[in-house]
């Protein structure tokens, strides 16, 4: 079955170890420095509020502890990373609160520890596998991706974890498993800004099992090289990076495994808006918008808007998962 | 009202109401606007128009309920014309930065996007109100028709919390506290005509 050659990548292109890891070291203290400078001139010049927050994450529950990825051939190339502080400080986390800015203030709140994944439904027998355990279950790649939200704004992140297949084949599904269903963590004593929006919680989301053990769809544990922060759905969660944003559920307890296509979390509240496959396709507008560009998150304000790749530009790799589909109708 | 008090007072006003404006000005020169600048000045605009407006509609029922406060009046048309400024910013950032002043992206919107239909409906309903706010125009017009014109803002209003409701995901209930208020503020109106009336029916209405 042709998937499609990963790019390669010459050796020229690829950052040397030591500037790769000390490349937060030198960000955290040129920020240090930067903002001592700012505030002895008194004026809060680039956000001093954000620059302590990344100087003292204590929003981080297991933040800065590092871990150790390997290069992946799989990882986009050609993409300006989106900073640290905009993917930690612009989420939809609604568990949170429905604002964007409210999970980095309020996700504090998710205890990740401890953490299982529950796996039943159509597998040779029921598993629980700790966190731990599953991030000793394969050496961890470190993957770009680009990442395209619903609401058409985009972002490239470097993500950590490895493909979602190594995972699914330790869970053991039967044949007749077709589907998979992620099920988010949820608990409202903890999660008490939930009740902003009106959402039959836990979050659900799920795949076809052929797009469940594409080698792109992650079981992703961190970015930047660090753990998971907890806004960005700590402590495991999977990223689908041809699909729009929703589609990767985050912090992630139970995995089921079906015959049947699955119910997820956004196709119940509107199915007209969002879809099962919900594919990144410029040429299937969302009832209430265009999906034909996007703003790349942390770009000037003025800049120019972008054109919306196919399959947010994965099309060598995914497309042969829809040959023959009406992708309008199974949208 | 004695001048030496309404002047300050219509200052402060002004001066308050650049505020939302003047904070949009500085997050850009400090860069401080977010990971989505777009967004957050599109937010802030129309969440002022929609405030502003509804303290303009408190001022009739405030004058009504407590009559000392009548010179109150005298803020409606100022705090009404900067909604309508700060309606005019939030078209104008949809025009620039999300449509990126390209017409067949906007047509598209206007034609095939319900929020954007409730949004621009609003705008065109202010308007009129915004070029007739003048007292040459109030005088042309006589009272009545004035009156008659201006009562437009009830339609503006709703159409504006609408284009709120519409705009955000199903199920995000973000827009309930504002549309608790508008409705509050809307039906202030007929509630103290009709209380007022049963008090003193023989005396004419202000």
Redesign the interface.
Known sequence: MLIGKPPEIPSSVITPKAQYLNRHLNRRSFLRRAAGTAAAAG?????LD?TAELVAPSLRAHADTKLETIKSPLTTTGEELTSL??IT??NNF?EFG????QPAKNAGALPTRPWTIKVDGLVKKPLTFDIDTLLKLRPLDDRVYRHRCVEA?SMVIPWVGYSLSEFINQCEPLSKAKYVQFISYFNFKVEGWA?????DWPYKEGLRMDEAMNPLALLTFGLYGEVLPNQDGAPVRVVLPWKYGFKSAKSIVGVRFLDHEPNTT?NE??PD?YGFYSNVNPNV?H????Q??E?R??QP??S??RTTLMFNGYQDQVASLYTGMNLKKDF | MKRSILIPLKVFTWLACLVPLARLVWG?A??????????T?AFTTGSTTLNLLTITLVITPVRKLIPQLNWLIRFRRLLGLFAFFYGTVHLLTYV??YA?FDVP?MI??VT????IIAGVAAWLLLLPLALTSTNWAIRKLGGKNWNRLHKLVYLAIVCGVIHYW?????????PMSITIIVSVVLLARPLIYLFQKRRAPAVKQA
């Open positions: 004026v809060t010049a680039l956000g954000r502080g905009d400080h612009y609604y429905v604002q964007k800015d704004w009740g902003q929006a009106h959402i956004w509240m509107a808006e507008d009832p209430r918008w265009s034909k560009t703003r998150i942390g304000l003025f120019a808007r | 850009y400090t860069n401080t606007l977010g990971p989505d600048p777009t967004a000045i620039a930065l990126g992206t598209d919107d095939k996007r319900r929020f519409w705009q955000v995901k199903p199920g995000v209930l973000a």
